[in-house]
């Protein structure tokens, strides 16, 4: 008897410009999907690792930010979530950091390295 092999989770954030009123240098996004829907537990480890990467959630903003961040923090957060079987759809205000990352890997990833942009 053959195993089924887990379905990756596809997550897509959009990122936002969050820079106005008090929160400056800053980067943002909402979780504006999550295909198949994660388990409690799952989400939770997605969560560890948005905070573990500086962002906290802004209830009035309905987003999670992270202000004055550590150079590199978006490209460690994205490896951690790939880590946990996530493949991530990004949409909106990318950061450049990101966008830089995507034009660095190889023409045809394979769908474990897929991390797609849209803008």
């Excluded at 596809?10 to 198949?36: I, K, Q």
């Excluded at 829907?37 to 987003?63: E, L």
């Excluded at 991530?88 to 950061?95: D, F, S, Y």
Aim: some cysteine; charged content about 30%.
């Amino acid at each position: 008897m053959t195993r089924k092999q887990k379905e990756p989770t596809v997550v897509t954030l959009g990122w936002r410009d969050e820079n106005y009123g008090s929160v400056h240098a800053a980067s943002a996004f909402r979780v504006l999907d999550h295909e198949p829907y994660m388990s409690d537990a799952a989400y939770g480890k997605m969560v560890s690792k948005f905070r573990k990467h500086g962002f906290q959630i802004n209830h009035t903003r309905a987003a999670w930010i992270a202000e004055n961040p550590k150079p590199g923090y978006l490209e460690k957060l994205v490896a951690e979530l790939e880590s946990l079987g996530c493949m991530l759809k990004h949409e909106g205000n990318v950061p450049a950091e990101l966008r830089e990352a995507a034009k660095e890997r190889p023409e045809e990833p394979t769908a474990e390295e897929t991390t797609s942009f849209s803008m």
